[in-house]
C-alpha cells in the first residue's frame, strides 16, 4: 500500500491510548527533552532501546548503526555525541552490542555483504585483534558472542577517546561511559565491566574488561 496505512492506524491507536492513559504526556513532552542517557546501539530491530531499559520517550537519548561502532571519523556519531554532552548534558553514554549481531557474524566470518564490509572493517579489526584466542572458542556461538563483548568494549574505548569525552572530562562534567550487552534470548542486559570516569582509568580497565571476557 503506497500510505501503509496499518501503520498510521497503529500510530492513532498508540497516540489515543498514550493520551488516555497520561493526558499531559504529549503536552510534556513538546516542551523539552531533557535525558540523562546516550544510548549507542546497533540497528538491530530486535533491540528497542527505551523498552529495554524501562525509559519514556523523551528520557534516553538514542544513535544506532550496524553493530553498534564508534568511528573517530564518523561526524553522524559525533554529532549526536557532542549534542548529548554538551548541549543536554547527560551524564552517562552507553555503548550497547547485542549477542549473535548479525554485523558481527559477518565480521567473524569474513562474510561479503557489499557496501556494509567496509563499516564492518572496524569489526574486522577487533577480531583480528583477538583472533589467537576467539580460534580456540569451539562453540561457533559462544565465539559469536564473545566477539559481540569484545566489539562494545572496543567501542567504550573509542567513545572515551573522542575529544568530545576527554574534554568534558578536563571540564570536570560529571559523565560515565559504559558497555553493556543485550540477550535476545532472555531479554536481559549484561554489564562488561568497562565503565569509564576519567582518561586515567580508561586503559587499565580496558585491558580488565577484555581479560574478563575470555574468563567466562
Known amino acids: 500500500m503506497k500510505h501503509l496505512k496499518n501503520l498510521f492506524d497503529n500510530n492513532r491507536h498508540w497516540a489515543c491510548q498514550t493520551t488516555q492513559d497520561n493526558p499531559e504526556f504529549f503536552k510534556v513532552l513538546s516542551m523539552q527533552q531533557n535525558p540523562d542517557y546516550l544510548w549507542i546501539g546497533c540497528s538491530d530491530s530486535r533491540v528497542p532501546a527505551n523498552e529495554i531499559v524501562g525509559l519514556l520517550p523523551?528520557?534516553?537519548?538514542?544513535h544506532r548503526n550496524v553493530a553498534n561502532v564508534v568511528v573517530h571519523t564518523d561526524h553522524n556519531c559525533l554529532s549526536v555525541?557532542?549534542?548529548?554532552?554538551?548541549?543536554?548534558?547527560?551524564k552517562h553514554i552507553m555503548v550497547v552490542g547485542h549477542y549473535a549481531c548479525g554485523g558481527v557474524k559477518a565480521a567473524l566470518d569474513g562474510e561479503k555483504l557489499g557496501l556494509i564490509d567496509n563499516w564492518l572493517r572496524h569489526v574486522v579489526d577487533v577480531k583480528e585483534k583477538h583472533i589467537d584466542k576467539l580460534n580456540l572458542i569451539e562453540d561457533y556461538e559462544k565465539r559469536v558472542d564473545t566477539l559481540c563483548e569484545l566489539n562494545v568494549i572496543e567501542q567504550v574505548k573509542n567513545v572515551s577517546q573522542t575529544s568530545i569525552v576527554?574534554?568534558?572530562w578536563d571540564r570536570g562534567q560529571e559523565l560515565t561511559?559504559?558497555?553493556?550487552?543485550?540477550?535476545l534470548k532472555d531479554g536481559h542486559l549484561r554489564d562488561l565491566n568497562s565503565c569509564t570516569t576519567n582518561?586515567?582509568?580508561?586503559?587499565?580497565?580496558?585491558?580488565?574488561?577484555?581479560?574478563e571476557v575470555f574468563e567466562r
Open 166 to 168: 576527554q574534554d568534558a
Open 81 to 90: 555525541m557532542q549534542y548529548a554532552v554538551e548541549v543536554l548534558k547527560v
Open 58 to 62: 523523551g528520557e534516553l537519548f538514542v
Open 199 to 211: 582518561s586515567k582509568e580508561l586503559l587499565g580497565i580496558y585491558q580488565q574488561a577484555t581479560k
Open 177 to 183: 561511559v559504559h558497555g553493556w550487552v543485550y540477550g
